[in-house]
């Protein structure tokens, strides 16, 4: 099977812009999380997609969003960007049990 | 919220050696994985284990619920297990995994 994959792996993005980072999961996996991690706050949750709806979302500014279409692949946004959304952001599939989580490659944002 | 507390935070280890990682965490917990990020970021599932113990080759982990901690055991260490070791619990059941600050580790050939 295919792992997890994310587009693009790198992006550099100035400040105000906005951007779409793209996950596919492993086939059959219907949840999707996504994560943020940067040097001084570590790995920090988002939000996960189960069946195209969001279960749950973490402390995040309303400029993230995100979706998950009926394929199960998902993308999250981030509008008017900040240099502080400079990360690697992770995104992880799994069957939507509480079961392992598969992550992917990550995306490296870079907001000049 | 549910607080995640690994140790130690840097372990340098000569190869062959043993070690053992430790997550403490808060408050009681539904799910708990253990991952190893390379030092390419990629972030590979080691485990997942709310309770009990598990054994895969070289890597063994257990968790004691009730006293809210698991414990990562490396056996017979290999300059491939550097990178970043990380816990992460989720306390509700709804998947918001909450990961622990990491034990950075390298072993020496």
């Known amino acids: 099977k295919a792992g997890v994959t994310q587009t693009p792996r790198y992006l550099i993005k100035t400040r105000g812009q906005q951007v779409t980072l793209s996950c596919s999961p492993i086939?059959?996996?219907?949840?999707v999380s996504w994560y943020q991690q940067t040097p001084g706050q570590g790995l920090q949750f988002l939000f996960e997609y189960f069946s195209e709806t969001q279960r749950n979302k973490g402390n995040f500014p309303g400029r993230f969003s995100g979706r998950q279409f009926s394929n199960s692949r998902s993308e999250m946004n981030v509008s008017t960007l900040e240099l502080g959304d400079s990360a690697l952001y992770l995104c992880?599939?799994?069957?939507?049990?509480?079961?392992?989580?598969?992550f992917g490659p990550g995306t490296r944002l870079t907001v000049l | 919220g549910i607080q995640v507390e690994q140790s130690p935070p840097d372990l340098i280890l000569q190869e062959g050696a043993n070690s053992t990682l430790r997550c403490n965490f808060s408050d009681s917990v539904n799910n708990l994985q253990w991952f190893h990020q390379n030092p390419w970021g990629q972030l590979i599932n080691l485990f997942y284990i709310p309770s009990g113990t598990k054994q895969n080759g070289r890597l063994s982990a257990t968790t004691v619920a009730t006293e809210r901690y698991s414990l990562l055991y490396i056996s017979s260490s290999q300059t491939t297990d550097s990178g970043v070791y990380f816990c992460?619990?989720?306390?509700?059941?709804?998947?918001?995994?909450?990961f622990g600050t990491g034990t950075r580790l390298k072993v020496l050939a």
């Open positions: 992880a599939s799994s069957l939507g049990l509480p079961d392992t989580q598969y």
């Open positions: 086939s059959g996996h219907r949840s």
């Open positions: 992460a619990v989720d306390s509700s059941g709804t998947y918001k995994y909450i």
